[in-house]
C-alpha cells in the first residue's frame, strides 16, 4: 500500500516538475519573443528605383546600392528583417556605455595592434595626429587600396578597444582596407598647439585631413566611419560638401544628430548625469584646455577664464568657451549649428 503511495507521489512530483519546467519555458519562449519586438528598428532607405548605380553589365543589368544591401544586409532594406539585438546584459545604452569604459584600455587578439603615427598641422596650427593601421605607405604601395578614416566620439582616440577592434577587422578583411584614426586636436596625446578647441559641428580639421589623404592616395576609394559625436562631424561635413564630396561611402554608428536634443540629455539634473556622463566628458574636456594653458587666447573673445576653470556642468563650459570663440549668438546658435 506504502508503495504504491510513494509511486503516486513520485509520479505526480514528476509531473509538476515537468508541468512547471514546460511553463518556464514557454514564459521564457514569450519574453523573449517581447524582447526580439522590441528590438525592431525602423528603416529608412531610398526608393529602389532611385537607389545609386553602382555597375552596369550584360549579364547582371544595373546594379544598384539597394541591390547589393538587399542581397548581402537585408536588415538594411526589408522592415520585416529589420532588428538590432544587443547583448542581453547590455540592452540599453547606459550599460553600453559602461562596459565600452571598463574596456577603455584592454588588450586582446582582436584588438592588439600597433600604429604608425602621422602629425598633421591645421591652417589655425592646431595639431591633429593620424594613427594609421598597419602602415601609411607610400601611392606606390598602395595602389589603388581603399582606405578607411575613422572618427571617434567625444574625448575619444583611437587607443578605445572598440577602434582598435574596428581598425583590425577592416585591415584583415577580405579587401585590406588600410586604416587610419582621425584624433580629433587635443587628443590621444597630440601636442596642443592652438587654443581653439574641436567641437561637435567643427569639421575642418576633418575636411583638410581628407584632403590631405586624397592627395597622398589619389587612386583609393575613401571610406569614413564616425562614432557618436565623431559621426555627426562626418554627417555635418557630407551635408557641407554636397556633391564635391569624396568620400566613396560613409558610415555614421550612434549619431545624436540633433544637438540640441542630446545637450539638454545630457545636461539634466540626474543621477546618472551628475556622477557618471558629466564627470567623464568634462574631465576630458579639462583636461585638454589644461593643457593649452601656455598658449594665449584673444583677449577681444572676453573669456570669463574663472568661470572656464569652475564649470562643472557642459553646458557652463560651452556657453562660456565653445560659443564665444566659434563667435555664435548663444548656446541655441551653437546647437543649431552644430
Known sequence: MFDLL???TSSLSIASAAAAAAALSVAGYLRYKQYIDQCRITVITSDPKTSVILRQTD??????LHDILHRKCPSLTDAQQAYMIPTPYLG????????????????????????????????DAATVSL????????????????????????????????IRVV??????????????????????????????????G??????????????????SKLIAVGFSMGANILTKYIGEEGTSCVLSCAVT??????????????????????????PAVMGALMRAIKRADHLCLNPALGLDQERIRNAKRLWELEEEFMVKIRGYRDLEEYYVRS
Open 131 to 162: 594613427d594609421w593601421y598597419p602602415g601609411i605607405g607610400s601611392c606606390q604601395e598602395a595602389g589603388d587600396q581603399p582606405i578607411v578614416m575613422i572618427m571617434s566620439g567625444v574625448g575619444g582616440s583611437s587607443h578605445e578597444h572598440h
Open 6 to 8: 510513494n509511486t503516486a
Open 253 to 278: 554608428i550612434c549619431c545624436p544628430f540633433d544637438i540640441a536634443i542630446s545637450g539638454a540629455a545630457l545636461n539634466e539634473s540626474n543621477m546618472l548625469n551628475n556622477y557618471v556622463f558629466q
Open 59 to 64: 549579364k547582371e543589368g544595373v546594379v544598384t
Open 92 to 123: 540599453t545604452g547606459l550599460l553600453q556605455t559602461i562596459y565600452a569604459t571598463l574596456r577603455i584600455r584592454q588588450r586582446d587578439q582582436i584588438s592588439d595592434i600597433k600604429y604608425e603615427r602621422e602629425l598633421l598641422v591645421m591652417e
Open 202 to 219: 567643427f569639421t575642418e580639421d576633418f575636411r583638410t585631413t581628407v584632403a590631405h589623404v586624397r592627395e597622398r592616395h589619389p587612386c
Open 167 to 200: 581598425v583590425k577587422a577592416l585591415a584583415l578583411s577580405l579587401l585590406r582596407f588600410r586604416v587610419v584614426v582621425v584624433n580629433h586636436r587635443g587628443t590621444a596625446r597630440t601636442p596642443i598647439t592652438s587654443a581653439t578647441p574641436y567641437d561637435s
